[in-house]
């Protein structure tokens, strides 16, 4: 199955990409100096960054509760580490209501717990060896990098990156391989879910319709799937296959929660994906030196993905709810506030990262919260962690010589929530 960048269902993503761009970067490319700034004035502010930056909330609207954002690593660790006091179900308002009841992120307490614990085994390292080598290399390589080769130019996120992460996800679910058309369906439908929430009310009413839409869309195709897996007996190494069986605490997953965890794995697991994959690409070309020696050392790949999370994360706010009254850094929070939290100041807070606006691959590795962190801590990393690394690596040994394209505008990482380059123009040696 050849990947081809000029269908119809392929300008549809593009375009739904731009939307998702456009929709989440807000008012500033670069705001963490402003962020600074509010730092600068206090660790606690009262009030909603997001807001001030004209970015739709991933936990949908405050409903008269009280905002707070936290910007230091100490802050967020201690909030993100306590998930009794600081509750996710507010996400279920926002992103959550269009993607079912099922959706871990906005799960609490015990529950979150078992649920998490029935899917964690899905999502080991050990699996993910054997989805590596028979799935996720060949889909890389084959498809992606090759017809490539002979052209001696790309753009990557148009020609690769918007569309690996969910042709990924389609063969680990276990999806056919040779639907091109469904998979990119699949693509289109996950990114109109995430263009859902809008500041604009008339805008936000036309979103949510189209969001609900595809989000009904992804549900009709997925659940006779799975209840036709489970009629043939619940086998196969696939995802579909793992989620019919895993068993914890004698409870198992009935066919309504694996279609719904698979409607939410989409948006969750291809938009981040994409990104990270753009960002770490826009920093190793912006530096050859450091291009090449991870080129020559292919171990240090791994590392460039971490400090790439670090350094420029995707996903750069964290949404919490207090249960009870609390005290941050002297700010008293009452109960029902909400709390937003910026990761992009934590990751780069100078009290836990020596030069912290450094680009370093070779720094000791600490928690960032480019994934998450605590009880939420982003399941799929292994699974997103060995995509990337696999792209990097058929690049380099693919299309030799990969540099920065002189004759096309550089790429820029930019954007409030999201951030990426919207496009990485890049050249290389044709052998
Ligand atoms: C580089 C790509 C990715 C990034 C940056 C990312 C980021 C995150 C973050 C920050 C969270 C925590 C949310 C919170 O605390 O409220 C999260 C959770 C989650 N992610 Fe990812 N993610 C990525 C890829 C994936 C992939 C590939 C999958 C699935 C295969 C996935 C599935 C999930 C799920 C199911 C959760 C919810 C976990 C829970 O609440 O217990 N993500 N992700």
Redesign the pocket.
């Known amino acids: 199955m050849a990947t081809q960048s000029d269908t119809a269902q392929t300008r549809e993503m593009q375009a739904s990409f731009q939307s998702v761009s456009d929709n989440f970067g807000g008012n500033l490319d670069n705001p963490l100096p402003f962020y600074r700034q509010r730092l600068a004035e206090g660790p606690v502010m009262e009030g909603d960054i997001l807001e001030e930056l004209g970015v739709p909330p991933i936990f949908g609207n405050a409903k008269g509760r009280p905002v707070f954002t936290l910007f230091r690593h100490a802050d967020i660790g201690a909030a993100?580490r306590d998930q009794d006091t600081f509750t996710?179900g507010l996400?279920g308002e926002g992103l959550g209501t269009f993607m079912g009841t099922f959706m871990?992120?906005a799960?609490d307490g015990d529950y979150?717990r078992r649920m998490?614990s029935l899917?964690q085994p899905c999502?080991m390292p050990a699996v993910l060896k054997e989805w590596r080598s028979t799935l996720i290399d060949p889909v890389l390589r084959d498809e992606y990098v090759a017809p490539l080769v002979p052209r001696g130019k790309a753009e990557l996120i148009k020609d690769m990156g918007l569309g690996f992460?969910v042709r990924v996800?389609y063969s680990?679910l276990g999806f056919p391989d040779d639907d091109l058309e469904g998979m990119e369906v699949f693509a289109t439908m996950a990114l109109k879910i995430l263009s859902g929430p809008k500041r604009d009310p008339e805008e936000a009413l036309r979103a949510r319709k189209e969001a609900l839409e595809a989000s009904q869309a992804l549900h009709d195709h997925v659940k006779p799937l799975v209840a036709k897996r489970r009629a043939e007996g619940s086998v196969g190494d696939d995802l579909i296959g793992r989620l019919l069986r895993t068993e914890y605490e004698g409870e198992s997953l009935s066919d309504q929660q694996v279609t719904d965890?698979v409607r939410?794995?989409l948006p969750?697991?291809a938009e981040?994906?994409t990104r990270?994959f753009g960002n770490l690409m826009t920093l190793l070309l912006e530096r050859p030196e450091l291009l090449d020696r991870v080129r020559n050392d292919r171990k240090l790949i791994g590392k460039a993905i971490d400090e790439a999370?670090r350094f420029e994360?995707?996903?750069t706010f964290?949404?919490r709810e207090t249960s009870r009254d609390v005290e941050i850094a002297g700010t008293h929070v009452p109960k029902g506030s909400i709390v937003s939290m910026v990761?992009q100041t934590a990751n780069r807070d100078p009290e836990v990262f020596e030069n912290a606006d450094t680009f370093d691959i070779d720094r000791p590795n600490k928690p960032n919260?480019?994934?998450?962190?605590?009880?939420?801590?982003?399941?799929?990393?292994f699974?997103?962690k060995a995509?990337?690394e696999a792209a990097v690596n058929a690049i380099f040994d693919m299309l030799p010589n990969i540099r920065l394209d002189p004759d096309m505008p550089p790429p820029v990482i930019k954007g409030v929530n999201l951030r990426g380059p919207d496009a990485v123009h890049v050249v290389w040696d044709v052998p």
């Open positions: 993100l996710s996400i871990l992120t799960m979150h998490r899917l999502f992460p996800i680990i965890f939410m794995l969750a697991a981040t994906t990270t999370i994360p995707v996903a964290k949404a990761v919260f480019g994934f998450g962190y605590g009880v939420h801590m982003c399941i799929g990393l699974v997103a995509e990337i």
